[in-house]
């Protein structure tokens, strides 16, 4: 997988005073509602005012989709006890890994339809709707064989390393979610593609009915109807069912958008499948990367675990709480990420390449005033945190924050990593992002999660193996800043180049 990124683009798209664009084949695509005006309007309008505009809904958008996990967790962790937060741990990988299904196929169309947007190729980006639409489905497949296959999901929880007395309820939960990986695909993925159509708001409603929701059946299925992991799950999924139907609502039904879902764009196009996949590569790299360090990090916990005074399913239960907080305290900056890829792919699409490189410094200010606001809040708050969760155990519960404060001890630089990481994605060089990203999820933090439990305590000795683990993360999170760092220096001398040869 190469990236293309010359100095040179395609011509870009002239706008007459209608907002009529050409297209291709010398056509005129005309202005046909205020549809078209949001589109032109993000190679025009103010970037502080477009990156607010986008940010908002989109961060809030993102902490609703990551409080799916921590309602089930908290509803779980008060009904049914320690016992709920170690199956949800456990199930956690799983469910990270659809995440990344989901955002490998919509992250990836929607790179796509916003350079094509930009180039003013309307029917390339319906056809990049269409395609992934086409091919969640097929992916929806796969995930529900797999999820209801007894070899293979038996196969699935000893890679998350199920205890025994935790399977049981991990697999119920596994078996639902698999089910509905359908709804979470288009309401998940195809939602990115209604911010690219110039409506935020819009794309944020869709979300907070989901979550809206997830709360109410978790409430009547977990605390009402006592039907504690089964009905968690359930509650997930039509949570997830209420989002994707507002979803295809916005597409299939309204008239005054830039891109509709229409019948023939369903048919998968190889190539155009090709690029959906190598654009959302880095998105799925983010996701799947945590994945393996969650597996990865059950395997250390059940090892290490059974050496301390913790025990193995209450160290589980610890790292659910802590990994919950971690998603959560991240989805704002890669919220932030995700509202700045169709302002940047647009506009570099358009040869802007001066409002691309104000775009990418005014996203990574907001990212990282954001990440600053969120370690302060859990440094401050990690032990009421551990007992929200239903952590009553006092030992555990301070267990719980101490590892809470050391792996957010980077907390304020990761929103330069996440937001220059995602760059690259937007302006069409997948390969450059996929690298940064393994570079905290893979390369540095699985290594260092298996020395730092043999090097720690030997260097000092009042932390154990189960307490050193938490210390990998800040530590692999300080590298990849680095690396990222070398990385967008190189990219400012290219884009002031191509900003010279373009003269704009």
Request: proline share 5%.
């Amino acid at each position: 997988m190469n990236d293309k990124t010359p100095d040179t683009l395609p011509a870009a798209p002239s706008a007459g005073s209608h907002g009529a664009v050409p297209d291709p084949r010398g056509q005129k695509l005309h202005a046909q509602s205020t549809g078209d005006d949001k589109v032109m309007r993000m190679g025009t309008a103010s970037i502080p005012r477009l990156i607010t505009e986008f940010a908002i809904p989109s961060v809030v958008g993102m902490l609703i989709n990551g409080s799916y996990a921590i309602i089930d967790s908290m509803f779980l962790g008060h009904a049914v006890g320690e016992i709920g937060l170690s199956a949800m741990t456990v199930a956690n990988p799983i469910m990270i890994v659809f995440m990344a299904i989901a955002m490998l196929i919509g992250n990836g169309g929607n790179a796509l339809a916003a350079l094509r947007l930009g180039e003013g190729k309307r029917e390339d980006a319906e056809r990049a709707l269409g395609n992934v639409v086409a091919m969640s489905l097929v992916a929806a497949v796969v995930v529900l064989f797999v999820g209801w296959n007894p070899a293979l999901v038996s196969w699935v929880l000893d890679v998350s390393s199920a205890t025994p007395d935790v399977r049981p309820y991990a697999q119920t939960f596994i078996q639902i979610i698999c089910a509905g990986f359908i709804l979470q695909c288009i309401g998940l993925g195809v939602n990115n593609f209604i911010r690219t159509c110039g409506a935020p708001n819009r794309a944020l409603g869709t979300m907070v009915i989901g979550l809206v929701g997830s709360v109410a059946f978790n409430a009547l299925f977990v605390l009402g109807l006592g039907w504690g992991v089964f009905g968690s799950a359930l509650a997930t999924v039509l949570g997830w069912a209420c989002s994707c139907l507002a979803v295809l609502q916005y597409f299939c039904l309204r008239k005054d958008v830039p891109m509709r879902l229409r019948l023939p764009a369903l048919r998968l196009a190889p190539s155009m499948d090709a690029t959906i996949l190598a654009f959302g590569l880095p998105s799925f790299c983010v996701q799947a990367g945590m994945a393996v360090v969650n597996f990865f990090i059950n395997f250390q916990l059940v090892k290490y675990g059974a050496l301390s005074p913790i025990g193995s399913e209450d160290a589980l239960a610890a790292i659910g709480v802590v990994q919950r907080i971690a998603q959560f305290s991240v989805m704002p900056l890669v919220g932030t990420a995700i509202a700045l890829q169709p302002l940047l792919g647009f506009n570099y699409g358009a040869r802007n390449v001066a409002r691309v490189r104000k775009t990418l410094w005014y996203g990574i200010g907001a990212a990282t005033s954001l990440a600053l606001v969120m370690f302060l809040i859990v440094e401050v708050f990690a032990t009421p945190i551990a007992h929200a969760f239903g952590i009553s155990h006092d030992g555990l519960a301070d267990f719980t924050a101490f590892a809470i404060r050391v792996q957010f001890l980077m907390l304020p630089f990761v929103g330069f990593q996440i937001v220059s990481s995602n760059y690259f994605q937007a302006t069409g060089q997948p390969a450059k992002s996929v690298f940064l990203t393994l570079t905290r999820q893979i390369l540095f933090l699985i290594p260092l999660l298996y020395l730092m439990p043999l090097v720690l305590p030997q260097i000092l000795p009042q932390f154990n193996g189960l307490d050193a683990l938490y210390f990998a993360t800040p530590v692999a999170d300080l590298l990849s800043i680095v690396v990222t760092a070398v990385f967008v220096a190189w990219e400012m001398r290219r884009l002031h180049r191509m900003q010279q040869m373009f003269g704009k």
